[in-house]
């Protein structure tokens, strides 16, 4: 499990394919970052839970074990390339960077799996004074769990959607200086990708309900949707909106 506190932005050193898979190497922003790492690991890519095959020192340094842990290999299944933006990905890019969270740890963002639900789009930039302004589009399957005020991650981050419009399908973040400097955010443009992983506990509250009405309601459903728009009180995801469940 990650927090969605990105800890840095790690550089591909080296890209090697191999069949049915494609080995990333990253440079961790600092050597803090991989103290104590060990192959095996889990370490949230872009929002992507990767595991550690090998790790790497300073190349002139003499191995030892307290040596520093300055990057690592990741294996990526095919799969996963085309689902995600890895696949994209050259030697040199920035990739946002976060350790499993360790138990007991302090939560800053919230529970993310590090199982991308989908890609938005960014549409749109704005930077007001002292912020930074991402409106992005929602794949249509996505859309129903986005509430304002309520969490989201994005490229592996811990979000808050400042607002909202599900009926045109999208949501906007704003980003301070500190998101921005210890993240990728800064250098994205109108029409990049980013990885959306939807809060579990809004789609659970959400599928229930929806599952319920369905399940009792059945065929007049369609019939108190049009009410609902006639009297223009919304959708039923709207009353579904989960804005009293505990965090």
């Not at 103290?35 to 790790?55: F, N």
């Not at 704005?126 to 769990?145: F, M, Q, S, T, W």
């Not at 959400?206 to 009297?231: N, S």
Request: contains cysteine.
């Amino acid at each position: 499990m990650f927090t969605g506190i990105v800890a840095g932005i790690a550089r591909v050193e080296r890209i090697v394919d191999k069949p049915g898979l494609r080995t990333f190497t990253l440079r961790f922003p600092d050597a803090t970052f991989g103290r104590g790492l060990e192959t095996g690991a889990s370490v949230a890519v872009d929002g992507v839970c990767l595991t550690v095959t090998a790790l790497h020192g300073e190349p002139s340094a003499p191995a030892a074990p307290d040596a520093p842990i300055l990057a690592a290999d990741f294996d990526v299944m095919q799969q996963s390339l085309a689902l995600t933006t890895l696949g994209a990905l050259a030697q040199g890019s920035g990739v946002n960077v976060e350790r499993a969270a360790k138990d007991g740890a302090e939560i800053g963002g919230h529970p993310l799996s590090g199982h991308v639900d989908g890609l938005g789009t960014i549409v749109e930039i704005r930077r007001p004074e002292n912020n930074h302004v991402l409106r992005i589009a929602l794949p249509p399957a996505l859309r129903r769990y986005v509430f304002a005020k309520g969490y989201i991650g994005v490229n592996g981050c811990s979000l808050t959607a400042a607002e909202v419009d599900r009926a045109a399908g999208w949501f906007e973040v704003w980003l301070i200086p500190e998101t921005l400097r210890l993240t990728t955010f800064g250098a994205k443009r109108e029409g990049d990708a980013v990885h959306i992983e939807i809060d579990r506990q809004t789609q659970v509250f959400v599928d229930t309900v929806r599952e319920a009405i369905d399940e009792r309601l059945g065929p007049l459903v369609p019939a108190l949707e049009q009410l609902l728009r006639e009297r223009g009180a919304g959708t039923l995801e709207d009353l579904a909106r989960p804005a009293a469940l505990p965090r």
